[in-house]
């Protein structure tokens, strides 16, 4: 266990070592313990922690809130369109600036191109912890709720195990490729055999590829791109199709949406999920299309851990407060 992560940003689970993501992970089923046993956990009594949206959010914003308020401090929202960080407030002056008033500060920004840049800037500004709650980059806090679900269903030892990460139509909006991006950086450290699905117009960024293809190298298992979305569930444990953006084939609104047209049918079904193993689970980081990318019988069905997925962002996310803003 590390003892010692005051002050550190958290912008990808990359920059965190193994050692120190198990470290957060320990630190997170006991502050769920705590939670469950109605023990007060108050190890950030006036502690402030800015959360500036450049995106709307639900499940984000409600747990950071609530997670800091049972953690005994305050979460300050901040929305970008109603401050001046719309009319030319820059990164440094909200790195230098709101790094002094508070104690933490919290940004999701998904812009193309721009998002990880600004964090990434903020944080160089700031004296205090940045955390990343979503850039078009990395969702790391997501990814850490999902391995910490895959770790309650299966066990801590996942070496073995089978994940299919997989594209899913949706009709919504050009969504962020974060999500994959993280969980096949992230899964690919704990030994899992790690399966990527996608038609081609949706690769993710080829950097991220070669992480997650070392990552395979140095702790086991494997990591291998499927094009079959039916491949893809064939003997897997862990089921995670979403939909996610074309960016790297268009970063045109229309001719995205008429790309994905071509893949309707990559919709999770009962007879998908009928080609995976018995036990295996259905997981969607929310909100899904549903009967679009997922049928009803599906992500309310017995083999969906969405909601389990959902709670355990509250705690991860207390326990990154607690180790790095004390």
């Known amino acids: 266990m590390q003892t010692d992560l005051r002050g550190r940003d958290l912008i990808s689970t990359q920059d965190w070592s193994k050692e120190e993501i198990e470290t957060l992970l320990d630190v997170a089923w006991d502050l769920k ?3 469950a ?3 007060p956990h108050v190890l950030l009594r006036d502690k402030v922690l800015a959360l500036l949206f450049f995106f709307t959010s639900t499940r984000t914003r409600i747990s950071f809130e609530a997670g800091m308020a049972q953690l005994g401090g305050h979460a300050q929202f901040i ?3 109603t401050t001046q960080i719309s009319h030319g407030d820059t990164a ?3 790195g230098e600036i709101v790094g002094r008033y508070t104690d933490g500060i919290a940004i999701r920004q998904c812009d193309w191109g721009i998002g990880n840049a600004y964090i990434n800037a903020v944080a160089e500004a700031s004296r205090v912890p940045v955390l990343n709650m979503q850039c078009e980059v990395y969702h790391p806090f997501q990814i850490l709720a999902d ?3 895959i770790q309650e269903k299966f066990g801590r030892d996942l070496r073995g195990k089978t994940i299919n990460i997989s594209w899913a139509y949706a009709s919504s909006y050009q969504k962020p490729i974060s999500v994959p991006q993280s969980l096949v950086l992230l899964m690919s450290r704990f030994g899992m055999n790690v399966r990527l699905t ?3 117009e949706y690769q993710l960024m080829p950097d991220i590829i070669e992480q997650a293809k070392e ?4 702790h086991g298992g494997s990591f291998e791109i499927l094009d079959d979305f039916e491949a893809g569930f064939t003997g897997a444990d862990i089921l995670y199709p979403k939909s996610w953006g074309s960016w790297l084939t268009t970063e045109d609104d229309e001719e995205s949406a008429e790309i994905g047209a071509k893949y309707q ?14 036990d295996a689970i259905y997981m969607h980081c929310l909100p899904a299309d549903r009967n679009i990318e997922v049928t009803d019988s599906v992500i309310d069905g017995p083999q969906s851990v969405v909601y389990d997925e959902a709670e355990n962002r509250l705690h991860v996310q207390k326990a990154a407060m607690a180790l790095t803003m004390r």
């Open 79 to 81: 929305d970008s369109t």
């Open 37 to 39: 046993l109605g023990e």
């Open 33 to 35: 313990r705590r939670r």
């Open 198 to 200: 996608r038609p081609p």
């Open 265 to 278: 049918d990559w919709i999770t079904d009962d007879r998908r999920m009928a080609l995976a193993n018995d």
């Open 215 to 218: 990552n395979t190298a140095k």
């Open 147 to 149: 391995l910490m679900t």
């Open 92 to 94: 440094k002056e909200i």
